[in-house]
Structures are given as structure tokens and as C-alpha cells.
């Protein structure tokens, strides 16, 4: 019998890239490379090698370039329980050649990379874990952003392999990003050509694609400091309590999506889960997520039902779900017309606000489940990830709509099998 793999970071060595040129920061940092830009009263690479200090990673590897010197006179050999090395590198060799340039110091398989100039409050050791169990040769940690036409775009399938990598481009609205964090296996860092200025992001990665490269989703908390612009904001974001207590959330639309759909449902006896719904949901909440629905039901004041019809709906569907052991955080109603433009229909927010100010979730590291379009249409505005079903309307609206959702999928389970990833049982490990 062979040895359990160890899927921790003792012996996984990082390589921290902090040797850009910082060209964009210039007119506000000027005498020190990016890594030593005072951030909230300490060196911004603090913040980086706290994070590996967390975990059980024990050594590190610097990549630096302009100004190097100063990052070894201010950290030298150690950092907490960290042991750190430098490659400097003579000339600007981009964040591809500066990582082939410190291959022969780094010992371990895969190896950890991190860009210097970003930040994303994500668990290394779940992600070590997560690039293990997918079978991954590459692992790129992905942030959503409201506006990822700042950074380009990754596209995955629903196995989370990537598929492409795109540009920059106007207008792209809420969108998985590369958070600067890779779990790399030795046999594509050899691949990098020796000794030449390329980008991991631009001339690298792209070459990877079919090669075993998969997105680990991490819906929290990011943070670059590339522009002055970006900077002006850091203080901000790492003085702000942290979201550790933040409850991972599932918002969901309850006709089509969770019970079958019934034009204007007002008898409980109507009332019939979507086959492996209950299953579904059990999952999720077992994995860790409050389970949340925010439905649209203009029959009351279309006065086809009363508020005590639709409570009566409500109690069977809860009473159904408790008897598969799922408990809801929250049934949240709607009860107007289209045309009576209120902020609580579906699309718009209110709903979602109310139900995040009270459940205490951020509706930007969410989830939105649903078989129409006003489902997506709210989870794009709340920056949720979004999941468009064939069940209910869902796969009518697909031709139409499937574009705007992050994820088309058949039905409950198959969003369910993708979300997981965001949260791994403890038991994984």
C-alpha cells in the first residue's frame, strides 16, 4: 500500500513574485519596489507572508527584481516561522522567466506562486487540497469582481477546467479574475523558456490550456495594488473587521427551482419538489451554507391569493424540506406587480439587501439559483455567481439568457456539485 499523500504545505515550497517594476505606481512610490508600498502601517508583503505563515508552508522563495536589495534588507532570512530565499534576477524577466530564473531554489512539487502585488483571503491549505483531488497539473485561484473588465477573464467548464483565458474588454460586468495565486507541478515550470522576458498571465498560461489547468473559486475577499488608484483604497480594505463571519449563502427562486412550476400556486396541496431537490439542498447545507429564497408573487396583489394562502404554501414546502433534514434561513416575498415598480421585485435588490442585512451574508460571495431571467439578472447586480436551470422556464430562456449566467446548468444538483467546490467538507481532508 503507497503513503497518503501529505495535502498540507509543509513541504511545498511558495515562490512570491515581488520583482515587478511597478511602473504604474510611480507617482506615488517611487524609492521602493511594490511588496515595501506601506499598506495600513506595515510592508504590503506582510500581508502575503502572514498568510503563508497561517499555514504549515515553512519556506519561500522571493522573486525579485527592481530594488530588490531593499526587500532583503528589511525581511533577510526570516519571517515568523518562515525561511526565505531570493532570486534576483539582473533584468526585468516578467513573471514567467522570474519563476523559470528560481526553479533550481525551489525543491518542492507542486510549487505555490503568488503574485507581490495582490492579495485574496483564500485557504492555501483547502486550495493544496483542491488541486490534489482534481487531479490538476496547474491550479489558478480565481476572485470575483464586480468589474472584471479590469483584469480579463476566465472561462471553465463545469469540471472547473479552464478553457480560455480573454483580454480586457469594456463592459464585462461581474466576472471570475486570476488572483495572482498558483498551484504549479514542476513539469509546466520546466516548460518555461529559459532566460527570456515572457508573462505567466499573457504568454504562459495560454500554452497550458489542455494540459491538466483547472480554477479553484474563491468568493472572497480581493485586493491588488497595482494603480495609485487601487493603493488610495488599501488602507481601507485591510482595516476593515474581517469576513470570516460572513455566512456563506445560497439564494434561490422557489418555482422552477426548488417545486415544480404551478402558474399562480395558492393550494399547499400543489405544492411538489423537483426530484433530487431535497438531496440537493441537504448537501449544501451540510457543506456549510445557509439556504435563502427570494420569489416574485404578484397573485397577492393581483388579489388571486391572499398572504395567508401563500403562508400556507410556504409551511408545506418547509414542512417537506425538514423532512429531509433541510432548513431554511429565510423565505423572502415579493408581492407586486411588474407594473406597480416597487425595489423589491425581482430583478432589483431589495429583497437581496434585506435578506443579507439580517441573515448577515455578503451578496457579492453568494450564490444565485434560479430558471429565469430576473434570477439572473439580481444575481449579476448583487455581483453573486450566478446559475441559470433548465428546470421550470429555465431551459426556454437558455438561447436567450444562458449567456448572461455564469453557469447553465440542468437542475438543482448539478449547481450544487460546482458550489461545493467554494466550500470543501472538513472531512476532505
Given amino acids: 500500500m503507497g503513503l497518503t499523500p501529505v495535502l498540507d504545505l509543509t513541504n511545498v515550497t511558495a515562490a512570491l513574485l515581488a520583482g515587478g517594476l511597478g511602473t504604474r505606481l510611480r507617482s506615488v512610490l517611487a524609492d521602493r519596489p511594490k511588496v515595501l508600498a506601506q499598506v495600513h502601517g506595515r510592508p504590503f508583503l506582510t500581508y502575503l507572508l502572514d498568510q503563508l505563515a497561517e499555514t504549515e508552508c515553512r519556506s519561500v522563495v522571493l522573486c525579485t527584481g527592481y530594488l530588490g536589495e531593499q526587500i532583503w534588507n528589511a525581511f533577510g532570512e526570516t519571517y515568523k516561522s518562515l525561511r526565505l ?24 512539487d507542486p510549487v505555490l506562486v503568488m503574485n507581490g502585488d495582490s492579495y485574496c483571503e483564500i485557504d492555501l491549505t483547502v486550495f493544496r487540497r483542491c488541486h490534489h483531488y482534481f487531479g490538476s497539473v496547474g491550479s489558478i485561484a480565481l476572485s470575483r469582481v464586480l468589474r472584471s473588465e479590469c483584469y480579463g477573464r476566465i472561462k471553465m467548464d463545469e469540471k472547473s477546467r479552464i478553457l480560455s483565458f480573454s483580454e480586457k474588454q469594456e463592459c464585462a460586468g461581474p466576472g471570475w479574475i486570476n488572483a495572482g495565486i498558483y498551484m504549479l507541478g514542476r513539469e509546466l515550470l520546466t516548460s518555461i523558456p529559459e532566460g527570456k522576458n515572457v508573462s505567466l498571465e499573457h504568454d504562459v498560461f495560454p500554452g497550458w490550456l489542455g494540459r491538466g489547468l483547472y480554477g479553484y473559486y474563491m468568493p472572497a475577499g480581493f485586493f491588488d495594488i497595482g494603480t495609485p488608484e487601487d493603493f488610495s483604497r488599501a488602507d481601507e480594505f485591510f482595516s476593515r473587521e474581517t469576513r470570516a463571519q460572513e455566512r456563506p449563502t445560497v439564494v434561490l427562486d422557489r418555482d422552477g427551482t426548488i417545486i415544480k412550476e404551478r402558474e399562480y400556486l395558492s393550494d399547499p396541496a400543489g405544492v411538489e419538489l423537483i426530484p433530487g431537490t431535497a438531496a440537493a439542498l441537504l448537501t449544501l447545507q451540510q457543506t456549510g451554507f445557509d439556504l435563502v429564497i427570494i420569489t416574485n408573487q404578484s397573485g397577492i396583489a393581483r388579489q388571486l391569493f391572499s398572504e395567508a394562502n401563500l403562508q400556507e404554501v410556504h409551511q408545506r414546502l418547509e414542512h417537506l424540506l425538514a ?89 438543482l444538483a448539478a449547481a450544487v456539485h460546482v458550489i461545493r467546490q467554494w466550500r470543501p467538507k472538513e472531512s476532505a481532508a
Avoid: W
Avoid at 432548513?327 to 437581496?352: F, N, Q, S, T, W
Fill in 85 to 108: 530565499g531570493y532570486s534576483q534576477e539582473s533584468e526585468p524577466l516578467g513573471t514567467g522567466g522570474a519563476l523559470k530564473f528560481a526553479l533550481p531554489r525551489i525543491v518542492s
Fill in 323 to 411: 423532512e429531509a433534514g433541510v432548513r431554511l434561513a429565510g423565505i423572502y416575498v415579493c408581492p407586486h406587480r411588474p407594473e406597480d415598480d416597487c425595489g423589491c421585485r425581482k430583478p432589483r435588490l431589495g429583497l437581496m439587501e434585506q435578506a443579507a442585512k439580517e441573515l448577515g451574508f455578503n451578496p457579492e460571495h453568494s450564490f444565485v439559483i434560479g430558471d429565469k431571467a430576473s434570477d439572473i439578472e439580481m444575481g449579476r447586480a448583487a455581483g453573486a455567481v450566478t446559475f441559470l436551470v433548465r428546470t421550470g422556464y429555465g431551459a426556454g430562456l437558455e438561447a436567450r439568457y444562458g449567456s448572461m449566467a455564469d453557469y447553465v446548468v440542468d437542475d
